[in-house]
């Protein structure tokens, strides 16, 4: 299964930005973004942020508040404040054995690292990866991540997987079979997700009284080091 499924990628794969590159604070980036955030939306801002800090050194320069400003709009703003975490501690210790120790990076993330970035034998296993897995009952190889990802995300869909264009409907034995919906991702309009988001964009405009914004918010924003309560007045972390 691996040779067809390769052979689908070589005429087939989407040409990202950080698939031309084995550089592990780029691919870092890239997995963070892609944990929440769609392809599509990420392509941009991925640019964007590598070239405003190429190095993990780069960014363990910035200020947090430039960091989470940068990633205004990506949602999921702890994500920035994590991956700042990891550059300084990169910066200062240079790329740990164990890559789950930096803040932000389960064994996913980690995973991907040490494949796409460093060449090691191991195959990360994502949402679209695991189904693909489940749905064919092989195992497949480390070399193979890159186009499982990609057929997991363009042809062997959750729902209703395109079987008439799969490299791999000779041999899977799930071919032409369809999941249960999975469950639907929690609103975010009037959610607290929604509410975060709005009042650390408020924030981020101009340091607010506590009694100006929504208290419960920023107590949360607080705990997760997004913005700092000093004398009554929240602002973004100036460190
Ligand atoms: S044949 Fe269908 S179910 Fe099987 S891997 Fe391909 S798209 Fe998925």
């Known amino acids: ?63 947090s508040a430039d960091v989470i400003v940068e990633w205004q709009g990506l949602g999921y703003n702890r994500r920035a404040i994590s991956l700042h975490r990891a550059a300084k501690h990169v910066a200062e210790h240079g790329w740990p054995a164990d890559l789950t120790v930096l803040p932000g990076v389960g064994p996913y993330t980690a995973a991907a690292v040490r494949n796409f970035a460093l060449g090691e034998d191991v195959l990360p296993r ?3 990866v695991e189904r693909v897995e489940r749905r064919t009952g092989h195992v497949f190889s480390a070399s193979a991540a890159q186009a499982l990802m990609d057929l997991g995300a363009t042809v062997c869909l959750a729902r209703i997987p395109r079987c008439s264009e799969c490299p791999l409907a000779a041999e899977c034995p799930s071919v032409g079979t369809r999941d249960e919906p999975a469950r639907k991702q929690s609103r975010f309009e009037g959610s607290f997700r929604q509410r975060r988001a709005a009042t650390l964009r408020a924030v981020a405009q101009a340091p607010r009284r506590v009694s100006e914004v929504d208290p419960e918010v920023v107590r ?19 460190y």
Do not use: C, H, K
Request: glycine share 2%; proline share 5%.
């Open 1 to 63: 299964m691996d040779e067809a499924l390769l052979a689908w990628f070589d005429r087939e794969s989407r040409d990202l930005p950080w698939r031309r590159t084995r550089d592990a604070y780029a691919i870092l980036v890239s997995e963070v973004m892609l944990q929440q955030t769609q392809v599509e939306r990420v392509v941009p801002r991925y640019e964007r942020w590598i070239d405003r800090w190429p190095t993990a050194e780069a960014l363990a320069a910035a200020s």
């Open 126 to 128: 994502d949402v679209n």
């Open 220 to 238: 949360s924003l607080a705990t997760d080091g997004l913005v700092v309560i000093e004398d009554d007045v929240v602002a973004l972390p100036t």
